[in-house]
Structure formats: structure tokens, C-alpha cells
């Protein structure tokens, strides 16, 4: 069964950036740089909404409109860590954030369906 390491949120003024982490370990039977993974958040009162995740298929990262161009996916096999580099971040990201196995694409967005996180979540929160 896996387990996960969570880091990296925490309180940043808008424009700030923050980098979070999630490290996988444990037993498995597919090995990490063969795992389609991912970020999904929830948002005070909302739903959860799928950030960005990769599959292994076609090894495409892909991102919810509003993140593109400011928050970067990223893995690090030797380390079964995967990251979010969050730049320019805005109040409306302020959310507890979730890395997931799996990774769910529909209509070329990253999608909640199927996934369940991986992790209790970390805290985002981005003040004005």
C-alpha cells in the first residue's frame, strides 16, 4: 500500500509562489516513473477540481486553464517524489491540495473522475 509525504503549502501574498511535494512510498506493484499521478484541489465550499497531472501513455502534462502558464508538474523518479511549482499565485487558488494516483483527462483538462487523493492534502492560502 502506498503512503505519501505532503509538503510545501503554507499562507502567500498574491504574486507569491510556493512549491508543494508529495513523496510516494511503500509497496507497489507499478513502479513510480511508470504511474499516471497528479494534483487535484477543493476550495473552500467548492468542489474538487482537477490542477494538472501526467500520463504515462503519451508522458503529455496537462493543466486546468486557470493554472496554465503559472504552475508547473514535475517528477522526480530516483526521489518517487512529484511536485507543483505555483507561481503568480491568486486568492482563487487558495485551496487544500491533493496529489492523486492516476491521472483523468476529459476535454483535454485534468478531471476528478476516478481519482481519490493520495494524501490528507496540503493547505494553500493566498491573501491579497
Known amino acids: 500500500q502506498d503512503q505519501v509525504a505532503e509538503s510545501g503549502g503554507g499562507l502567500v501574498e498574491a504574486g507569491g509562489s510556493l512549491k508543494l511535494s508529495c513523496r510516494v512510498s511503500?509497496?507497489?506493484?507499478?513502479?513510480?516513473?511508470?504511474?499516471?499521478m497528479g494534483w487535484i484541489r477543493q476550495a473552500p465550499g467548492a468542489e474538487r477540481e482537477g490542477v494538472s497531472c501526467?500520463?504515462?501513455?503519451?508522458?503529455?502534462?496537462y493543466y486546468v486553464d486557470s493554472v496554465k502558464g503559472r504552475f508547473i508538474l514535475s517528477k522526480d523518479n530516483d526521489k518517487n517524489t512529484l511536485y507543483l511549482q505555483m507561481n503568480d499565485l491568486k486568492p482563487e487558488d487558495t485551496a487544500i491540495y491533493f496529489c492523486?494516483?492516476?491521472?483523468?483527462?476529459?476535454?483535454?483538462?485534468?478531471?476528478?473522475?476516478?481519482?481519490?487523493?493520495w494524501g490528507q492534502g496540503i493547505s494553500v492560502n493566498v491573501s491579497t
Open positions: 492523486t494516483p492516476g491521472c483523468t483527462v476529459i476535454g483535454g483538462s485534468p478531471s476528478t473522475v476516478g481519482l481519490r487523493p
Open positions: 511503500g509497496l507497489s506493484a507499478l513502479p513510480f516513473d511508470k504511474r499516471p
Open positions: 501526467i500520463t504515462t501513455s503519451d508522458q503529455i502534462t
